[in-house]
């Protein structure tokens, strides 16, 4: 089935650093979302988008939401050991019936250092 | 607790066997929706209800697999006559309800793992 790209798909750093992945869609989507996903456990959202350049906090995680609605990044910044696990993101769009449908990027693998 | 609460967590049969997988909501999300996650993969789309209304099924992969939520509340997602291939992560999630101009995020349980033997 269709899928976002993401990218990296893994990355190795150090705790302290920033971290930025990214996410790409040959479609227009009305809603961005990250979640994290840990071992045993099912996605957990860390950020909604809903407009088109909307730059949206939570904490030390920053996410926008692309002015073409076709992308969108995240940023964790001065990484932490509880960072790690796998960062997904996903686009919905409005219209006929899929309101409700997810499109989900691959995953990103983030492992942190101490 | 207050998530999305799946059972079981994890289901082994024989190939040729009917799986049932079922899906307690958050409480007054009237959204549901089911995916399926392979390992390494982002979970994808299988089907969606509003209350009891069954809005998309666009996404269940052949018609061994079916999704029912009679009463608007607990979903159960039906696999018949299962191959190997069935084999993954059932997920559900809820929401608040999706409607025009209002996405509400959705809230995934921990998921059902099937094995196909």
């Known amino acids: 089935g269709q899928q976002l790209n993401q990218s990296p798909q893994s990355m190795f750093i150090q705790e302290g650093e920033d971290v930025s992945m990214n996410c790409t869609s040959s479609?227009?989507?009305?809603?961005w979302l990250w979640y994290k996903q840990e071992p045993g456990e099912g996605p957990v959202l860390l950020i909604a988008?809903?407009?088109?350049?909307e730059l949206t906090s939570n904490g030390r995680l920053t996410a926008q939401f692309g002015i073409t609605r076709k992308d969108s990044f995240l940023n964790i910044s001065a990484s932490i050991p509880s960072d790690v696990g796998i960062y997904f993101c996903a686009g919905q769009l409005i219209g006929g019936t899929s309101y409700g449908k997810l499109t989900f990027g691959q995953g990103t693998i983030l492992t942190v250092h101490p | 607790g207050a998530g999305v609460s799946q059972s079981p967590r994890y289901k082994v049969t024989k190939r040729g066997q009917d799986v049932a997988l079922r899906c307690d909501p958050i409480s007054g999300h009237v959204s549901l929706y089911w995916y399926r996650q392979a390992l390494g993969q982002g979970p994808e789309f299988l089907t969606y209800f509003n209350y009891e209304a069954q809005q998309d099924k666009s996404g269940l992969p052949n018609d061994r697999f079916s999704a029912e939520r009679p009463e608007g509340s607990i979903s159960t997602l039906t696999i018949q006559r299962t191959e190997q291939r069935d084999s993954a992560m059932y997920r559900c999630?809820?929401?608040?309800?999706?409607?025009?101009?209002?996405?509400?995020?959705?809230?995934f349980g921990d998921g059902t793992r099937l094995s196909i033997l």
């Open positions: 999630a809820s929401s608040l309800r999706a409607r025009d101009y209002s996405n509400q995020p959705q809230h």
């Open positions: 988008l809903y407009k088109a350049g």
């Open positions: 479609s227009i989507f009305n809603t």
